[in-house]
């Protein structure tokens, strides 16, 4: 059985969802595990992660480096000594000292990615004020750009900076994005989707540079955003934090690249969705973050509800998904719902 890890992004008043999965491996039945009593070493080397708090009424995208040194302990150069222990089960739980809600989360079976998020808005007494969203990515070694190459689907979320320098819940939306990277530098963008109406269809060029280590700056013609490609190429996560760049806009992004066989992605397995999310039933839209446990079968798949920072609790069965030859996969009776799961059903996104 194959167990997962899904990052989420949704506007939950017009379904749109972004999600990213990873598939932590065939974790074998009746295995021995050598007496071990955790995995903490596969959380090893240096890494760059990507994320969205939510914080004091504001959303923000950021990222930092760390360094884990595969023992239970790291490092954050922006912030001091974390934490953090891998379970048998490649859950991963993340502890930033007295004051902080720990992260919780999962790591991929080659420990290249990791997702974990905080749930918890407000420790009486203490500085954590805020819940959080994190996709953490392994650097690489010898990379250029020629290793960003074919095409992509970018699922975005993004905060409108409402005019007087905030990023409220009010400016906030989401987008997917068909990304083609020649190989050289040079690329192009289409939006496919968009929360927001009258944007699906425009286009435009692109530049981008890919440092040895994997990480990656790119640039519309506008300001320049910041990313990371994974070791094997098959995905990458990008944000734009800095809001005195001119664009007036806040995002994070993953990209997963599209598929070139004839059969179809396998994506059954256990999955553990951690989410960002905004709902907004009557106008009055509110910021969450949840941990969601989803059974993906043959055709269906169901979801029962972890840990929500606003106490929701629910579970649901039976829900169709489709899944194409080039790995896009769609949600029969999900309205505008649509993803991409990669060639090897690691990694999926949607929205």
């Known amino acids: 059985m194959k167990r997962m890890s899904v990052i989420s992004v949704s506007e939950l008043m017009v379904m749109l969802l972004l999600s990213t999965a990873m598939v932590l491996g065939g974790c074998g039945g009746g295995g021995d595990n050598g007496g071990q009593s955790n995995l903490n070493s596969l959380f090893s080397g240096d890494y760059q992660v990507h994320g969205m708090e939510y914080e004091w009424g504001e959303l923000r995208a950021f990222s930092w480096d ?5 023992n239970g302990t790291a490092n954050v150069p922006s912030f001091g000594d974390i934490t953090y222990t891998v379970a048998l089960d490649r859950s991963i739980t993340i502890d930033s000292g007295a004051g902080y809600e ?29 819940v959080i969203l994190h996709i953490v990515v392994k650097k690489s070694t010898g990379k250029d750009d020629g290793d960003l190459i074919g095409d992509y689907i970018l699922s975005l979320v993004g905060v409108k900076d409402d005019g007087f320098g905030n990023y409220t819940s009010q400016g906030f939306y989401t987008a997917r994005l068909l990304i083609t990277a020649q190989g050289d530098g040079t690329g192009t963008w289409e939006i496919l989707s968009h929360s927001v109406a009258g944007n699906v269809g425009m286009t435009g060029p692109f530049t981008y540079t890919v440092s040895p280590d994997g990480t990656f700056t790119i640039n519309n013609g506008v300001a320049d955003d910041f990313g990371i490609i994974s070791p094997d190429g098959s995905m990458f996560a990008l944000k734009d934090g800095d809001i005195t760049d001119g664009d007036g ?72 998904y489709t899944v194409a030859s080039d790995g896009t996969v769609s949600f029969p009776g999900g309205g505008s719902v649509e993803g991409i799961v990669s060639s090897d059903g690691n990694l999926f996104v949607g929205v």
């Open 66 to 70: 760390v360094t884990a040194y595969g």
């Open 102 to 130: 720990p992260g919780y989360g999962i790591i991929s079976g080659d420990g290249a990615l990791a997702a974990f998020s905080d749930t918890v808005y407000d420790i009486p007494s203490s500085t954590d004020k805020d």
């Open 249 to 320: 806009e806040t995002i994070l992004a993953v990209g997963v690249k599209k598929s070139t066989g004839t059969i179809a992605p396998d994506m059954s397995g256990e999955m553990l969705m951690n989410q960002i999310a905004l709902w907004d039933p009557l106008n009055m839209p509110a910021v969450y973050t949840s941990r969601v446990g989803l059974t993906f079968g043959i055709d269906t798949f169901s979801y029962e509800v972890l840990e929500h920072s606003l106490g929701y609790t629910g579970s649901g069965a039976d829900i169709p």
